[in-house]
């Protein structure tokens, strides 16, 4: 167990729909970073948030979205969502913004029909 | 250009037997940590070792070792006594220094399958 927990495990949900995915991460972290892995594409760093505040942003569509609040947690938000989107999406934790520690959560499976 | 290059698509290994998974890393940051994680079927990423670019020993964790070549920037982990519950994707990753992001960049991932 990486300590990192992301809910829900599996989603499926209709095309242009919004859906919002959790993560908590390990105790003591205070960065979180958001990755897609889809077949086509492979891992793909999204974004990045340290205590609250937004860091860095990678591959991150428009229609995606994401906050880390005051506990910590961060939340993927993904709207207008098209077949394409599906995918892993992973949450991991750090102490801080870099270093030498990188929990990944179980990840949660996103299925657009 | 690829910054994390793994050329092996699978591997097949006997049980019991030790396996190289290749890595190549291209950087020019000094200050860089590599790391490899396991992604069975079940999807989840566990990671497995990390190789920080200032550290003058290779890296171990039990059956795990990073062959670390610095001056060829390659990163090869090491299975040693393979098992059965080895057989999954395997991701060498990369995170450059203090200058950049933070976040990990991977490469396609090899497959290995351990052959009872």
């Known amino acids: 167990d990486s300590g990192v927990t992301q809910t829900p495990k599996h989603l499926i949900t209709a095309t242009g729909q919004r859906v919002t995915l959790r993560c908590s991460p390990r105790s003591g972290d205070l960065s979180v970073y958001w990755y897609q892995q889809s077949l086509d594409q492979g891992l793909q760093f999204l974004i990045q948030y340290y205590n609250g505040e937004e860091r860095a942003k990678g591959n991150i569509l428009e229609r995606f979205s994401a906050q880390q609040f005051p506990d910590l947690h961060s939340e993927l938000n993904l709207s207008s969502l098209e077949l394409g989107d599906s995918a892993l999406y992973f949450c991991a934790s750090s102490p801080r913004g870099g270093g030498e520690e990188a929990f990944f959560g179980q990840g949660t499976r996103l299925t657009v029909v | 250009a690829q910054k994390i290059t793994q050329t092996q698509p699978g591997m097949f290994v006997q049980e019991k037997e030790a396996v190289t998974l290749d890595c190549t890393y291209d950087t020019s940051d000094p200050s860089y940590g590599l790391f490899w994680y396991k992604q069975p079927s079940s999807g989840e990423m566990i990671f497995l070792i990390y190789?920080?670019?200032?550290?003058?020993q290779n890296a171990t964790e039990g059956r795990y070792s990073l062959n670390f070549q610095k001056a060829r920037k390659s990163a090869n982990l090491v299975i040693s006594a393979s098992q059965l519950g080895d057989s999954a994707m395997y991701f060498c990753a990369m995170r450059e220094g203090p200058g950049s992001q933070g976040n990990l960049i991977f490469g396609k991932g090899t497959k290995l399958s351990v052959k009872p």
């Open positions: 190789q920080g670019s200032y550290d003058q």
